[in-house]
């Protein structure tokens, strides 16, 4: 049973380019988390989606950012015109039912802006 | 607006004692609480949570403890193992029926276990 998916783990761009972050989540989870992790902090909540459907994005920033959770496929985070205040770790996490059961979590992307 | 605090960045202990993480929030609607371990380069692994109706979990030799008046929790590792060196964050949840099941998370606290 493979866990949480995310690629690619490493990812550099220039400032100016767009990144794209993908996420599978665990077989039979439908609920799909987004998190960022900047250098010496903690993680801090982006976006909540289920099957085709953004549930909360309370926590993306209002302009460049933007998320999918397609009926097929993996989730999708995408980073038009990055900047430096990009580069960060961006983690995935999956939940079957978020209301009794953890978030699993996957390896990351790290991404680094030139 | 920190929600979620873990005051000590750093925590060594020996071999075979006891570890003993700490956790505050402020948020009373908090209801959901979890423990995550995280190695460098991997994403945080699900150690154990605890529900607000309950005062303690336990899962082998890891202990969560929480104090709902004094909005605080501690996760207990005992006995402690070099293996167990990791940054271990806190993280919780208000659940309900507006709920979207996200975490909040704490700054980590630095483990090491000396051999």
């Known amino acids: 049973n493979a866990g949480v998916m995310q690629n690619p783990r490493h990812l550099v761009r220039r400032r100016g380019q767009e990144a794209r972050l993908r996420c599978s989540p665990m077989?039979?989870?439908?609920?799909v988390y987004w998190y960022r992790q900047l250098p010496e902090e903690g993680l801090k909540f982006m976006v909540y989606?289920?099957?085709?459907?953004?549930?909360?994005e309370s926590g993306m920033p209002k302009e460049r950012f933007s998320a999918e959770f397609p009926k097929e496929g993996p989730s999708i985070l995408r980073i038009q015109q990055v900047v430096r205040g990009d580069s960060a770790a961006y983690f995935c996490?999956?939940?079957?039912?978020?209301?009794?059961?953890?978030?699993?979590f996957g390896d990351g992307t790290r991404l680094s802006i030139l | 607006d920190q929600q979620v605090k873990q005051n000590s960045p750093s925590l060594s202990v020996q071999e075979g004692r006891i570890s003993i993480l700490n956790c505050d929030y402020t948020n009373s609607m908090f209801d959901y609480f979890l423990w995550y371990k995280k190695y460098p380069a991997e994403g945080p692994t699900f150690l154990i949570s605890?529900?607000?109706?309950?005062d303690k979990n336990e899962d082998g030799r890891f202990t969560v403890f929480l104090n709902k008046s004094a909005k605080h929790l501690s996760l207990h590792i005992v006995p402690s193992q070099p293996g167990d060196s990791a940054v271990y964050f806190c993280a919780a949840s208000a659940r309900g029926s507006s709920n979207t099941g996200k975490l909040i998370f704490g700054q980590g606290t630095t483990l090491q276990v000396k051999p």
């Open positions: 996490a999956s939940s079957p039912f978020p209301e009794n059961q953890p978030q699993h």
């Open positions: 989606l289920q099957k085709e459907n953004i549930i909360d």
């Open positions: 077989k039979g989870h439908s609920h």
């Open positions: 605890i529900s607000s109706i309950k």
